[in-house]
Nanobody
Framework: QVQLVESGGGLVQAGGSLRLSCAAS????????VGWFRQAPGKEREFVGSIAWTDGSTYYADSMKGRFTISRDNAKSTMYLQMNSLKPEDTAVYYC????????????????WGQGTQVTVSS
């Protein structure tokens, strides 16, 4: 099976930036889409964006375009989420995920989840 471990979360002021990492191990993720979701307390898990390992094509939720960027390093089996111009409403637990279908823009397409990393944006 696949193990996903997120890191890089923390506290940041509004307008600041943060980069999250997701390291994958176990079964190969070649040709798998990988992506990010987030969930705030009392809210449903929300799609952030995804990327294809093969060609690097990306897909973002409309609200994330222009502020969030997903990239990957195939050699390191690591995916990144660069978050800029952060807002308090970005506060959530961020989860990396992998599945079989790209874009992996709904939880039903996820096969494996990471444990999540907390991002808190203060005003």
């Amino acid at each position: 099976q696949v193990q996903l471990v997120e890191s890089g979360g923390g506290l940041v002021q509004a307008g600041g930036s943060l980069r999250l990492s997701c390291a994958a191990s176990g079964d190969t993720l070649s040709n798998y889409p990988v992506g990010w979701f987030r969930q705030a307390p009392g809210k449903e898990r929300e799609f952030v964006g995804s990327i294809a390992w093969t060609d690097g094509s990306t897909y973002y939720a409309d609200s994330m375009k222009g502020r969030f960027t997903i990239s990957r390093d195939n050699a390191k089996s690591t995916m990144y989420l660069q978050m800029n111009s952060l807002k308090p409403e970005d506060t959530a637990v961020y989860y990396c995920a992998t599945g079989n279908t790209h874009p992996m823009n709904v939880p039903a397409r996820v096969l494996y989840w990471g444990q999540g990393t907390q991002v808190t944006v203060s005003s």
